[in-house]
Structures are given as C-alpha cells and as structure tokens.
C-alpha cells in the first residue's frame, strides 16, 4: 500500500547531541511536510518541501533544519537537541488535486532527550 | 481566539450512542479536514470536505460553508473509536495547503 513512513517510531538522544529523523513516501506526492506536537497540544508546522523549494515558517529555530534527496525522502535534523525539544515529530505529504490538497501523515517519531 | 474552534473539549460515551463533535472556523477556507490520532500515535486523514457531506463506514462528516461550521458524527459508536478528533482548515492559494488546526476533542468510549 502507498504510504507516508517515518524511522524511527521512537528516538531517544542526549542533549546536545544531533539527531536525525526520517520519512520516506510511496505516494509521489509534491509536498512534504515536518510537524512538531508536543504533548496535549496540536501540531505545529516546522517547515515543508515543495519538490526541491524549501519553505520555513518564521518561528522554526534554526536548531531545525531539513533535506529533501529526491521525491521519496525528507529528513529532520535537529542539531543540538534541548529538552524542549522532546515532542513527537509528524511527517506530511500532500500533492493538488484541483485546488485540494489532502494531507497524508505518517505514524511519527516520537523524540525524547535525555 | 483561535481560528479554529472545538467542541466539545472531552467526551465520554458509551458504547452504542451516536456522537457528534463540533467545529467552527472564523476565515474563509478551501477545505476542512477531519483527523484521528489515538493516544501516543500518529494522524489519520478521516475526511478532508468543501462541501456537503461525506459517509465513511460509521463516519460522517457535514459543512456549512455560509455558517463555517463543520461536524463529525460516529454513529453506534465503539470503545477502539476512543481517541482525539481534530478539526483542521486549509486554504486556497499557494502551492502548498497548510493547516490550522483545532484544539482537538478527547473522546472515550466506555463498553
């Protein structure tokens, strides 16, 4: 089946130290997409790829960053995890469908920082 | 104020009774959609709608653009329906459809 994957489900990384997250899609969908949730509220947008055109949100920390090899695959890097940081980090894709875009999420990796 | 109202926050159920969460959104949009995240767990897309209706299985989800105010219905609900329902809207224009999402309503079902 077409899906949105994300590796690992669960991360564990000391403060400080750099981390990587993953997301792979079978879907060939245009837009990728970062979210961080942390507990009990709602997802905040990090960043998101349209093809190769990244796009940051304003209050993203420059702590976040990402990479988008080819279609497939979108990496979170965080290089220098705080405690805050500790949240659990969504994966999006989505591709137009007239002037629709349905989002597509992957099961999350959920981060926590030592 | 949010954009993006929910309501209720939490509800508890039992098993069998018809539910329905509510919505309410203050800016013109393209599109709500309905999501589902059990606890610890990622999102699933339950619909994305613009307009009407749409049936799902035991689901269903209705909008009312000129009132912007969208709900989900579960009918014969059951205790796996337990989870967060979050109401979210995107936008038209761009390449890319962000979201605003609601606060979410925290649903149990008791068998």
């Known amino acids: 089946d077409a899906m949105v994957i994300q590796n690992p489900r669960y991360q564990v990384t000391q403060f400080g130290k750099p981390v990587t997250l993953s997301c792979s899609q079978t879907?060939?969908?245009?837009?990728m997409y970062w979210y961080q949730q942390k507990s009990s509220q709602a997802p905040k947008l990090l960043f998101h790829?349209?093809?190769?055109?990244?796009?940051n949100e304003a209050d993203t920390p420059d702590n976040f960053q990402s990479r988008r090899p080819n279609t497939s695959f979108c990496f979170l890097d965080i290089r220098s995890p705080g405690l805050g940081d500790a949240a659990m980090y969504l994966c999006?894709?989505?591709?137009?469908?007239?002037?629709?875009?349905?989002?597509?999420f992957g099961p999350g990796t959920r981060l926590t920082v030592t | 104020k949010n954009e993006v109202e929910q309501s209720p926050q939490n509800l508890t159920a039992q098993e069998g009774e018809f539910i329905t969460i509510n919505c309410s959104y203050s800016?013109?949009?393209?599109?709500l959609h309905w999501l589902q995240q059990h606890p610890g767990g990622g999102i699933v897309s339950l619909f994305m709608?613009?307009?009407g209706k749409k049936k799902h299985g035991r689901l269903i989800a209705t909008i009312n653009i000129q009132e912007k105010h969208s709900s989900l219905h579960i009918t014969a609900s059951h205790p796996r329906d337990s989870a967060v329902y979050i109401c979210?809207?995107?936008?038209?224009?761009?390449?890319?459809?962000?979201?605003?999402f609601g606060t979410g309503t925290l649903l149990a079902v008791q068998p």
């Open positions: 999006a894709t989505s591709t137009p469908s007239g002037l629709l875009y349905e989002q597509y």
């Open positions: 879907l060939n969908h245009n837009v």
């Open positions: 790829y349209y093809d190769k055109d990244f796009n």
């Open positions: 800016v013109g949009i393209s599109a």
């Open positions: 709608l613009s307009s």
């Open positions: 979210a809207v995107s936008f038209y224009g761009g390449a890319t459809n962000k979201l605003i």
